[in-house]
């Protein structure tokens, strides 16, 4: 069966040295892979790559078969939806011009030619799942907590249906009850909808928890590494 | 009917403007209260020109020039015995007109230039960027002097000439903003949610990025009609039968000594209306900016 | 012996929606030789308390309580007067490394300054830069002196601006988050930094931290705010392995390493603050009846603010 996401020696420079080298992996649907890396190790940059918001230096990345940097801007802004980001920074991730209800319902607006309204009806029951009050979404953005905000995020990015998300430490900047609730949050929407999720951070525990296999940047070489292969490895870093 | 109309009018002023931030702090800020009343004054004053002037600007008499204030002429009058106060207020009209027009047009065509320029990045900026600099290299003054020469004298005229002296700044402005903002994570989650890009620019770039070119306008604003007036001075701008403050104190310059009020009443209203715009100008940055609570208010000087 | 001891502290900020009350009520001591951490969420008002200490407050709020250093009243002093304690009694290690260096100053130059005011000679200033600094574990104590904040890495400009508290020998040292925004490493490093620092004659450590993990590693005694108050506070081992409070337990059993079961609800923040227990509708073991706000009393050892215990 054809993997969802392949990723084939992957190479990014900025002029000055190498941000990774010779990354490759590939992704199931429903599959959770981790990323893990210090700061500054370029998994966010990596992240970037694998949906085509950032270009590479050299090599592929296959999203069901299809090389996302050989196409035109117009056949990868249809191929976009199918795949997500979840940021870092929960207070930029949404226009804070914006009322939430409005940013939440653009993209489908957008893409389905409907009324903000009539898609904001349709995701009343996705605004439930994530444990948000409807009428939160008339707020703009800096009226809310980053917890908050996260989950709208969440809606938004569910509400196009996409078939990979890539969390960019989505957590890193909340506290640690919340961050179990988005967690907790993000299983759940992917076991329901059978997401494929490639998972970013620097918390070795968090990757245990969440993740099924595991590739290390470390600025030697990418290798993937079963769960448990992590647990030793991460057991020997904090020696 | 008048009465639940003005209860609408009333329940949509409460629950749309006073619970904004921006409300809230105008609130806290009573210098900043006393210029934004002024500035009204001053537009109304300018708007009503021909109803508020009790002269004729134009109408000359020659027995009774260079008077002192009176009841019948409160700011006296001019070397040909023109009312000296119509003379301003509608004076106040033709700079208003000119510099109202200029920043609009200016503030469209900048900021399309530039976050055209700041969003497309690339070739595109570079050369956008080489010919605003080539612009702004230029002192506004030179270019419009420059810009004299070939052109004739007249409002459209001028109009054009402070355009193209002004529009740079503006487009420098909003391409900055536009560079800064277009890395911001929101913008990234629209590219991703599969958003062209001029959605994305007119969407959320450009409402993201205006706030500082609105400033700036209402700074420019007070300089654009220092312009004018600076030039109508040195005999560039408008005929001399168009009541404008500039030419005024030009024409007033001869006969300085034995009525200063020719030259002092246009000069006080120059100085008055470009401070106020200024003024104004920070009032509205430090009150749409979260980040100045009270501070740097006017009464700390 | 006590060397910071704050007793009945309540700030609170006069804001549009109403008075915000931030801190509530809050009592803790710490102790001379321990590093006592306060732990809190977003809008548990832990920075306030920080703040509190070191005089830093807006002008707008509204302080009462006192805060005893050394036997001292230090809250209703005036700020000239407290100026003479900040560096050489009490120091702050402020939560940005990056923003809180001078990015045009050598790093020596940033140390040697704060001896330069305490009247250390200049002959001593070198020696005691390059002492401190490899007190703080850096290998070449001397690159560092020379180089420029933008050269080193997050981890290394947090121990400068540790080594800058230090150069005063103050006896009280107030972390502000100290790992925000830091790796699992990097972490590790800070830990091992700050264990480190009672060798070099630092006598009390205030710890400001939403990080669990990191109080867990590091406290002796540590105390959980919750909406403006604190809601437990006692021995760190005993707080973090058996905790009374609902609220600590909840954070305890959120943590990645204990299976991350999610606590429901969210704070209810400051500016709406129900009446009775703050806790209660998010409390796995309610009480029947919400009306009486729980009083902080003494159980096994340590104080919890609960009515159940």
Sequence with gaps: MQPLLSVECLSKNY?????????????????????????????????????????????????????????????????????????????????????????????????????????FLDLLPLIAAVGLRSDLFSCYPNQLSGGEIQRAMMVKIYSLSPKLIIADEPTSMLDMSVQAQIFGLMKNLQKKNNTACVFISHDPYVMLAMCDCIGILDGVRFRMMSAEEFAEYVAILSV | MIELGIETWINFWKSNVCETDWYYRLRQRPDLQIVFVLLVVVLSVSIFAPIISPHDPAVQDLYGKNQWMSADHWFGTDYLGRDLFSRVVCGLQTSMTIAVTTIATTFVIGTMIGSYAGYKGGWVDNVISRVIDVFLAFPSIILALALVTFLDSGILNMILMLVIAQWASFARLMRGQVLVEKNAEYILSACAAGLPGWWILIKHLIPNCIMSVVVLATLELG??????????????????????????????????????????????????????????????????????????????? | MDILEVSELNVAFPTRYGLVRASQNVNFSVKEGEICVLVGETGSGKTVIGQAILHLLPQNAKISGSILYAGEEILSISDQKFSRLRGHEISLVPQNPTDSLDPLMRCGQQIAEVLDICGTSREDQLSRTTSILSDLSFSDPELVAASYPHMLSGGMRQRLTTGIALAASPRLLIADEPTKGFDYTARKRTVDMFLDLERMGIDSILMITHDLVFAEMIADTAGVLYSGELVEFGPAADVFSSPLHPYTKGLVAALPKNGMTPMPGMSPGLARLPNGCYFHNRCATPCEENSVHPVMRKVCGRFVRCNRC
């Design chain 1, 15 to 119: 002029g000055h040295g190498d941000i990774f080298h010779d990354v490759s992996f590939t992704v199931d649907a429903g599959e959770t892979i981790g990323l893990f890396g210090m700061s500054g190790s370029g998994k966010s940059t990596l992240g970037k790559c694998l949906i085509g918001l950032e270009r590479v230096s050299s090599g592929h990345v296959l999203f069901e078969g299809v090389d996302l940097f050989t196409l035109s801007e117009r056949k990868l802004r249809k191929l976009r939806p199918a795949m997500q980001m979840l940021f870092q920074h929960p207070e930029m991730s949404m226009d804070p011009r914006m009322r939430l209800c409005d940013s939440v319902t653009e993209p489908l607006a957008y893409h389905e030619r409907r009324k903000r309204s009539d898609v």
């Design chain 2, 223 to 301: 300089h654009v009609i220092l312009t004018i007036s600076t030039l109508s001075f040195l005999g560039l701008g408008l005929s001399p039968s168009i009541p404008e403050w500039g030419s005024m104190i030009n024409a007033g310059l001869d006969s300085m000594r034995t009525a200063p009020l020719n030259v002092v009443v246009p000069g006080l209203s120059i100085t008055t209306v470009a401070l106020l715009f200024n003024l104004a100008g920070e009032g509205i940055r430090d009150i749409i900016d979260p980040g100045t609570d009270a501070e740097g208010s006017l009464w700390t000087f």
